[in-house]
């Protein structure tokens, strides 16, 4: 009761804030309090690719995105998009490995795999990371950042189902993928 009373308030204040922008501090979108996405879908990281593999279903990826210190945001993506959860490494990190259960410090940029449209970034106030626990969480992402290192940068594309379904949330419309590049700063 306690955890579905904390994931309803952090889930609140997500949508509260997504409205107004995002600042450094602002975890990318929660998961609604209703989702049986985010209980029954966060079991398990997703597979990875290598950096440098062609994986269809993941757009290219603006700037030089090999270069963590600056930020990257996916572009439109291109055919249907996927219907489950693609993530590939473009960094990958050293160190202890993030798992569900971690609270993590990231960089990230969110973007809408129809048309390439940024709703979200936590570089658009500098390039401080977020802190949040991956359990507060849509389960796509928390799903796409285990087993990343701090270091890495991964981009990762989430179908509707473990994102936000069919709900429209502050600036994403109902039954959107969602592409995250997110830069995995620190594992705590």
């Given at each position: 009761m306690r955890r579905s009373l904390a994931a309803a308030v952090?889930?609140?204040?997500?949508?509260?804030?997504?409205?107004c922008g995002s600042?450094?501090?602002?975890?990318?979108?929660?998961?609604?309090?209703?989702?049986?996405a985010a209980t029954s879908a966060a079991a398990e990281p997703a597979p990875v690719a290598a950096p440098g593999q062609?994986?269809?279903?993941?757009?290219?990826?603006?700037?030089?995105?090999?270069?963590?210190?600056?930020?990257?945001?996916?572009?439109?993506?291109?055919g249907q998009p996927p219907t489950r959860l693609l993530a590939q490494d473009v960094v990958v990190g050293k160190g202890t490995a993030a798992t569900l259960a971690d609270t993590v410090?990231?960089?990230?940029?969110?973007?809408?795999?129809?048309?390439?449209?940024?709703f979200d970034s936590s570089w658009s106030s500098?390039?401080?990371p977020a802190n949040f626990p991956l359990d507060a969480v849509v389960p796509g992402f928390a799903q796409g950042i285990a087993g990343m290192q701090?270091?890495?940068?991964?981009?990762?594309?989430?179908?509707?189902?473990?994102?936000?379904?069919?709900?429209?949330?502050?600036?994403?419309?109902?039954g959107s993928t969602l592409v995250f590049v997110v830069d995995l700063v620190a594992v705590k």
């Amino acid at each position: 009761m306690r955890r579905s009373l904390a994931a309803a308030v952090a889930g609140l204040v997500s949508i509260a804030l997504a409205g107004c922008g995002s600042d450094a501090t602002t975890p990318p979108p929660a998961a609604p309090a209703s989702s049986t996405a985010a209980t029954s879908a966060a079991a398990e990281p997703a597979p990875v690719a290598a950096p440098g593999q062609a994986v269809p279903g993941i757009p290219p990826l603006t700037g030089n995105p090999t270069d963590v210190t600056t930020a990257s945001q996916a572009k439109a993506g291109t055919g249907q998009p996927p219907t489950r959860l693609l993530a590939q490494d473009v960094v990958v990190g050293k160190g202890t490995a993030a798992t569900l259960a971690d609270t993590v410090d990231v960089r990230y940029s969110g973007t809408l795999y129809s048309d390439g449209t940024l709703f979200d970034s936590s570089w658009s106030s500098g390039d401080e990371p977020a802190n949040f626990p991956l359990d507060a969480v849509v389960p796509g992402f928390a799903q796409g950042i285990a087993g990343m290192q701090p270091g890495g940068r991964r981009v990762m594309v989430i179908p509707p189902a473990l994102g936000y379904g069919n709900r429209a949330t502050g600036p994403i419309p109902p039954g959107s993928t969602l592409v995250f590049v997110v830069d995995l700063v620190a594992v705590k």
